[in-house]
């Protein structure tokens, strides 16, 4: 089945330093989502991608839907104690079918 | 801010027993999913509903499993004879009928499930 990777894995960082991080498919994916979990808590949505090479920004937040189609990579700027969390992508192949998730990347931020 | 809303948020029950997790969808969205997410694992997809019924499920929705919109603001998951490894935290979640900026999903915040 369709398959999301996501790297890497788990990240510790400065604050103030930026992030990088991106997910990756042996499939095409027509929609991208990023999602942020904190601890005890459900996803919540980030950023959604819908067209090949579109970038989109949230706060600080900024996404890209690579070209290929098999992958997307998501940046944080200037990054914040609040930062901390697990980031998941989620795929999806065509319009209307479920979303696979990536195992995600944890993200620790050090004062 | 609308939110989907999950009771209870913590369930240990015993092995064999049948459970029944709840949730409230954002009201004007059509679509209802429930995921799970074993401890430190990803999240992983069991079921869509749409129009009353399922429109997709995972190879882990099995027969133990089932979906129901009782009346018009539920979504409930009943397992029917809870395994060990049935313990995790599951998630439902909602989306309206859109595209564009509103498409992705919403989510509860999960009940969290003890089989013991």
């Known amino acids: 089945g369709q398959q999301l990777n996501q790297s890497p894995q788990s990240m510790f960082i400065q604050e103030g330093e930026d992030v990088s991080m991106n997910c990756t498919s042996s499939?095409?994916?027509?929609?991208w989502l990023w999602y942020k979990q904190e601890p005890g808590e459900g996803p919540v949505l980030l950023i959604a991608?819908?067209?090949?090479?579109e970038l989109t920004s949230n706060g600080r937040l900024t996404a890209q839907f690579g070209i290929t189609r098999k992958d997307s990579f998501l940046n944080i700027s200037a990054s914040i104690p609040s930062d901390v969390g697990i980031y998941f992508c989620?795929?999806?192949?065509?319009?209307?079918?479920?979303?696979?998730f990536g195992p995600g990347t944890r993200l620790s931020v050090l004062p | 801010e609308p939110e989907v809303t999950q009771t209870p948020s913590h369930q240990v029950t015993q092995m064999g027993q049948e459970v029944i997790l709840r949730c409230v969808p954002i009201?004007?969205?059509?679509?209802f999913y429930w995921y799970r997410q074993i401890l430190g694992q990803k999240v992983e997809f069991l079921v869509s509903?749409?129009?009353?019924?399922?429109?997709?499920k995972s190879e882990i929705f099995d027969d133990q499993f089932s979906v129901e919109r009782p009346d018009g603001s539920n979504f409930t998951l009943k397992i029917r004879s809870t395994k060990l490894e049935d313990s995790a935290m599951y998630f439902c979640?909602?989306?309206?009928?859109?595209?564009?900026?509103?498409?992705?999903?919403?989510f509860g915040s999960g009940t969290r499930l003890t089989v013991v």
């Open positions: 991608l819908y067209k090949a090479g």
């Open positions: 989620a795929g999806q192949y065509d319009y209307g079918q479920n979303f696979v």
């Open positions: 979640a909602s989306r309206n009928a859109g595209t564009g900026a509103n498409y992705g999903y919403t």
């Open positions: 009201s004007n969205h059509l679509y």
């Open positions: 509903f749409y129009n009353n019924e399922i429109s997709e």
């Open positions: 499939s095409i994916f027509n929609t």
